[in-house]
C-alpha cells in the first residue's frame, strides 16, 4: 500500500473513531486519554498529508473535493479548539480521587470564572469513557475533598469536607456542626446503597467520630 493509500485509510478510521466516540458521550460523560481530541487531530492529518501527497497526481474529483473542504472545516475546528482547550480542560474538571472503577472531579460551575461554589461529581470507568454517576455535593461553600475511600460492598463513597478558610461551613449539613472538617458518606448507587443503612450509619459515626477525637 503507498502512502497516500495508507494516508486515505487512516483518515477515515480516525474519522469513524471519533464520530463513534462523539455520538456515544453522554451530556455529563468524559472520553479518557483525551482519545476524543487524538482521533480527530488524526484525521485532520491524515487528510492534510494525503492532499499533499496527491498534489501532483489525477485523483478522484469526489476525494479531491470531499478533502479540500474537511480540511478548511477541519482547520477551522482545530482553530477553534485550540481556543477553548483551556476552558475544556476547566470544565471536565481537577481529578480529585480515584481507584480501579471510580473517578471524583472538582468541577466549577463557572467556566469562565468560578463565582460559584465547586461541584464534586463521581464518574465510573466505563472501557474509554468516565460515565457520569452523580454530583456529591452541591451546597453554597467552597471546601475541599480529603480522605476519599469507596466502599464497594455498600455502594458508599466516603470523604472528608475540608472548609475553606475564606468560607464558613455553618449550616452545610447536620453532620457539619460548626466544625472546620467533617465526614459524609454518600451513594455511588442509589438503590444498592439503601439495602444497607446499619453498615452505612455505623460507618458514618465511626468516622466522624475519629475526626472528634
Not at 500500500?1 to 455529563?28: D, P, R, T
Not at 464558613?168 to 472538617?181: F, V
Amino acid at each position: 500500500m503507498n502512502k497516500a493509500k495508507l494516508c486515505l485509510v487512516l483518515h477515515f478510521v480516525f474519522l469513524c473513531a471519533f464520530l463513534a466516540i462523539f455520538f456515544s458521550l453522554g451530556k455529563e460523560d468524559h472520553v479518557r486519554w483525551n482519545l476524543d481530541a487524538i482521533m480527530f487531530v488524526g484525521s485532520l492529518l491524515s487528510a492534510v498529508a494525503w492532499r499533499k501527497l496527491m498534489q501532483q497526481k489525477e485523483h478522484n474529483v469526489f476525494l479531491r473535493y470531499y478533502f479540500r473542504i474537511y480540511s478548511i472545516i477541519g482547520a477551522i475546528v482545530t482553530f477553534v479548539m485550540l481556543i477553548a482547550f483551556g476552558l475544556w480542560l476547566k470544565e471536565k474538571g481537577e481529578k480529585v480521587a480515584e481507584d480501579s472503577d471510580y473517578i471524583i472531579r472538582k468541577v466549577p460551575q463557572g467556566v469562565i470564572m468560578s463565582i460559584d461554589p465547586n461541584l464534586f461529581k463521581l464518574y465510573e470507568k466505563n472501557g474509554i469513557y468516565e460515565r457520569y454517576v452523580t454530583t456529591l455535593t452541591s451546597d453554597g461553600f467552597m471546601y475541599n475533598m480529603e480522605s476519599v475511600k469507596f466502599h464497594k460492598d455498600l455502594s458508599a463513597v466516603s470523604f472528608k469536607l475540608e472548609k475553606d478558610r475564606k468560607e464558613d461551613l455553618s449550616g452545610l449539613s447536620d453532620s457539619a456542626s460548626d466544625t472546620a472538617s467533617f465526614y459524609l458518606v454518600l451513594p455511588i448507587h442509589e438503590e444498592e446503597f439503601n439495602r444497607h443503612p446499619q453498615e452505612i450509619d455505623s460507618l458514618k459515626k465511626e468516622l466522624n467520630c475519629q475526626e472528634e477525637e
